[in-house]
């Protein structure tokens, strides 16, 4: 198992930043990459980034894309979700989440989540 924990979550207002961390310990040998995913209230959980643990490869949605950043730090075991330029509509509780093998944008082939972190921006 892969335990994923979350930080970095807060108030902040439109046009703002946060960067958020994930890190990862257990059996963390057996994922290659690592996704943040989103849920808003009302919403479903929405794909926001992912990147591979060795080439550190990237894949965002378009939603995000020139605004966020993924990252890691393979000696932390910790994924970062640098946002900027943030909108009200970006409120949502942010997830961490592992797969086994490559990108994904699919939820459903991520095997382990962390708790979750509340960002919510302000207008």
């Known amino acids: 198992q892969v335990q994923l924990v979350e930080s970095g979550g807060g108030l902040v207002q439109a046009g703002g930043s946060l960067r958020l961390s994930c890190a990862a310990s257990?059996?963390?040998?057996?994922?290659?990459?690592m996704g943040w995913f989103r849920q808003a209230p009302g919403k479903e959980r929405e794909f926001v980034a992912s990147?591979?643990?060795?080439?550190?490869?990237?894949y965002y949605a378009d939603s995000v894309k020139g605004r966020f950043t993924i990252s890691r730090d393979n000696a932390k075991k910790t994924v970062y979700l640098q946002m900027n330029s943030l909108k009200p509509e970006d409120t949502a509780v942010y997830y961490c989440?592992?797969?086994?093998?490559?990108?994904?944008?699919?939820?459903?082939?991520?095997?382990?989540w962390g708790q979750g972190t509340q960002v919510t921006v302000s207008s």
């Open positions: 257990g059996r963390t040998f057996v994922t290659d990459a």
């Open positions: 989440a592992a797969k086994r093998y490559g990108l994904g944008y699919r939820g459903d082939d991520y095997n382990s």
């Open positions: 990147i591979t643990w060795s080439g550190g490869s990237t």
